[in-house]
Every structure is written in C-alpha cells, then in structure tokens.
C-alpha cells in the first residue's frame, strides 16, 4: 500500500514545523481520506521535536477534514526494534510510545474523534530461520513498552489512555 502524496513542503511543516498557514490551507482543501489521514498520523509522531501547540492544531484539522484515526499506517522506523519488516501502527499507538508534554493532549484528542483504544498495531518479526512473528500492541501496551525510555511523563500517557477506557 502506498502513501498517499503530501507535498514536501507542508510534509516538512507536519514534521518539524514550518508554515502554519500553508499547512492549514493545505488540509482545509485536501478532501482525500488517505492524505488526511497521512498528514494527520505525520503531525502528531514527534520526529526532531516535540509535539507543539501547531501540530496539536494540525491533527485537529485533519481529524475534522475527514482523516481516520483508526487507520493502519506503515511506519518505516518503529520504535520496537530494527529488525521487524512490516509495521502498521494506528496514530493513537504511535502517539503512545512517545512521552512529550502534550501527548496527553494528543491523546484525549484523538479518542474523542473516535480513536479506539482497543484498536491494536501490528509488528512482523524475522526470525532466523526464516519464519516469523507477528506481534499486537495496544496503545497501553505500546506505553508500557517504552515507560522506561521517558521516565515519569509516561504516567501522564498511560493515565489519559485509561481515562480513555483502555
């Protein structure tokens, strides 16, 4: 499955911030689910930076364009390890595994645009003799894997998750 087509430049904006404006008027015009849901999963995983009030408002647009917050994504760079092949992780997931100070945000955000917390992500492993795993994470479960890697602001994620339901 291919990704949908985001211009490099507001690409560049999603991730590590640029103009606002054009990414705004970017995704007020955009009416393809896929490239919402794309630009929208591209907003809120931290790349260089952190999550900022801009990316915050970012996902919201999309969410309200159109873009599913359920939605398989491939994720090239997983944060579980480097040898697993296909990755498909749902923005809450991803989100989950990150520890940034408006992650809570993030989250409380996604779920009330009808993230489900029991929507589970999905890792395939290669094993050495050519078999293979595959793993699936919720988002609790993908906060508890990396709650070692954040210190105390992974309690913040996994509390917002539970008040989620999860």
Partial sequence: ??????????LHALRVGGNAEAVCQWLASEDNE????????????????AITEAKLRFVQLALARGADP???CHVKNDP?????????FTTL???STQATDLSPR??????????????QSKVTFSLEDDRTEIHNYSPLACAILHASNYGSRHIAVAH???RGGA
């Fill in 1 to 10: 499955m291919s990704q949908p087509s985001i211009p490099a430049h507001i």
């Fill in 34 to 49: 896929g490239a919402l849901t794309a630009a929208m999963g591209e907003a809120a995983i931290t790349h260089e930076h």
């Fill in 106 to 119: 993030l989250i409380d955000l996604l779920l009330r645009w009808g993230a489900g917390v029991g929507q």
């Fill in 93 to 95: 997931c991803m989100v």
């Fill in 80 to 88: 579980f390890t480097r040898l697993s092949e296909l990755k498909s």
């Fill in 70 to 72: 359920n939605r398989l």
């Fill in 160 to 162: 917002a998750l539970l």
